[in-house]
């Protein structure tokens, strides 16, 4: 299914954009050397029940998952690169922490991550990773102009990472969102530009390049939702949730202020 939003939808979706981006800096700016991924989580529920919103992950059971998600958000660490379940880990100096929040907030959902290091150490390995992907997130945003096409933002998005040194894995890529949080059309993180399909005012598209440093593979951690790069390389994730409009993309998920 794909939604187009009507302009009251659009008014809510930017204000669940605004929570994602606000809760995902807070939590940035709280985590340092020896926090634990659990009190992330517990963190994230505090901040999502004090919005009156809801978690889209606590009971979502998808058929790539073992039984509900059970949890918040998704804290994936140095070789883990998506639908990290948080568990009892405590982040050292250096690690490269992806933090991965989707939110339903009057009925429309936001969706977005971020990767950092934490502490002092900045493995150089880590922060090209991290780099490469903003860049391609930012690529692939721009592509979305009047009359694009999904093949022309996965297109951008592949050509930057490629051009990076990365290779790419299709398994997962970015979606549409509304009501819900995954939706048609897949965006995949690389593709043939003028094709799929056209893009619409009212669309929301969650794009969300990611890669490994040395791989395409994925493997699926024992905890039934993890999923590592094959080889233990780092791995690191972007993702904006972005609102089509006349003149192009508006990004929703763009931080503005962070708690105290």
């Given amino acids: 299914m794909i939604e187009i939003l009507n302009p009251t939808e659009l008014a809510r979706a930017k204000e669940a954009g605004a929570l994602v981006a606000d809760i995902l800096q807070t939590l940035k700016s709280r985590t340092a050397v020896g926090t634990n991924l659990l009190?992330?989580?517990?963190?994230?529920?505090?901040?999502?029940?004090?919005?009156?919103?809801?978690?889209?992950?606590?009971?979502?059971?998808?058929?790539?998952?073992?039984?509900?998600?059970?949890h918040y958000i998704c804290t994936s660490v140095n070789d883990a690169v998506l639908h990290g379940l948080p568990y009892d880990?405590?982040?050292?100096?250096?690690?490269?922490?992806?933090?991965?929040?989707?939110?339903?907030?009057?009925?429309?959902?936001?969706?977005?991550a971020i990767?950092?290091?934490?502490g002092d150490s900045k493995p150089p390995q880590s922060v090209a990773l991290i780099s490469a992907t903003e860049r391609a997130l930012y690529a692939g945003i721009a592509?979305?102009?009047p009359g694009a096409?999904?093949?022309?933002?996965?297109?951008?998005?592949?050509s930057t990472l490629n051009d990076a040194g990365y290779s790419i894995n299709t398994e997962f890529g970015g979606h549409g969102v509304g009501s819900t949080m995954h939706q048609d059309p897949h965006v995949s993180n690389t593709g043939r530009p003028g094709r799929g399909y056209r893009l619409r005012p009212g669309l929301l598209l969650a794009?969300?390049?990611?890669?490994?440093?040395?791989?395409?593979?994925?493997?699926t951690d024992a905890d039934g939702w993890t999923l590592r790069s094959a080889t233990g390389c780092r791995t690191a994730h972007?993702?904006?949730?972005?609102?089509?409009?006349?003149?192009?993309?508006?990004?929703?998920?763009l931080p503005k202020r962070a708690h105290a």
Avoid at 89 to 112: I, K, M, N, P, R
Avoid at 115 to 118: D, K, P, W
Avoid at 238 to 253: F, K, R, V
């Fill in 39 to 70: 009190d992330i989580d517990r963190w994230t529920e505090t901040m999502i029940v004090e919005a009156g919103a809801l978690s889209c992950y606590v009971d979502y059971e998808p058929s790539f998952g073992r039984g509900p998600f059970g």
């Fill in 89 to 112: 880990y405590t982040l050292a100096d250096g690690d490269l922490l992806s933090l991965d929040l989707a939110v339903s907030s009057g009925g429309v959902v936001a969706d977005s």
């Fill in 115 to 118: 990767s950092f290091i934490v």
């Fill in 143 to 145: 592509a979305a102009g």
């Fill in 149 to 158: 096409r999904i093949g022309d933002i996965s297109h951008a998005i592949g």
């Fill in 207 to 219: 794009l969300e390049p990611w890669v490994m440093a040395d791989t395409a593979e994925l493997v």
């Fill in 238 to 253: 972007s993702e904006h949730t972005i609102a089509i409009t006349g003149d192009g993309a508006e990004i929703l998920t």
